[in-house]
C-alpha cells in the first residue's frame, strides 16, 4: 500500500473514537473487529460490529463531520488509518468518472443522514433523478466487480458508499 497510512493496534474494549468527537481519520480494520454504537435516548445502542477488510469512521472525514457514532474495539483489533487530508488528496487524484462518481455517492449518502432515523424519505423530482442515477452507479460498480486497481482505502470507501446507497435506494429501486 502506498501513501501515508499508519498502523495502530487497539485493545479489547478500548474506545477508537467518540461520539461527537472532530473526525480525523478514517479506518480500515486488518485484524479483529469493531463495535460500532450510537446514544439513543441516552443509552449506549450498538448498531454494528464490522470485521477485517472493512472501513468505519469514513462519513464522518469524508464529509467533514463530527462522529455520529463511537467505536470499540472487540478483542485485540489491528488498523490501518488515513488521515482526511490524505484521503481527500487520493481521491483528487482519481480519474474524473471515478472522483466524479465518489463524491456524488457522498452526496448522495449525506442527503439522507442518519438515513435510518428518517421517518420518511422525500418523494420529489430531484430526489427521484438523484435515486437514478445512483442506482446507475450501483450496477456500474458490481457490474466490475470492485474496483480492484484502486488503492485498499479507496476500494474499501467505495465498496461502503454502495453499500450505504444500496439501502438507502427507495424499495422500487433496489438491486
Known sequence: MKG???QRTFTDGEKIFSEGDRAGEAYLIRTGEIRIEKSVKGANKEIDIVG???????MGVISDMNRMASAYAVGETDVICCHR????????????????????????CQSFLPFEMMESRPDDADTRRMDSFALNLVREFNNQKGLTELDVFLNGLYKVLINYTERRLPPNLKT
Request: glycine share 6%; charged share 40%.
Open 52 to 58: 477485517p477488510g472493512k472501513i468505519f469512521g469514513e
Open 85 to 108: 487530508i490524505e484521503m481527500l488528496k487520493r481521491i483528487e487524484d482519481l480519474d474524473d468518472f471515478r472522483r466524479e462518481a465518489l463524491q456524488f455517492l457522498i452526496s448522495y
Open 4 to 6: 501515508s497510512y499508519k
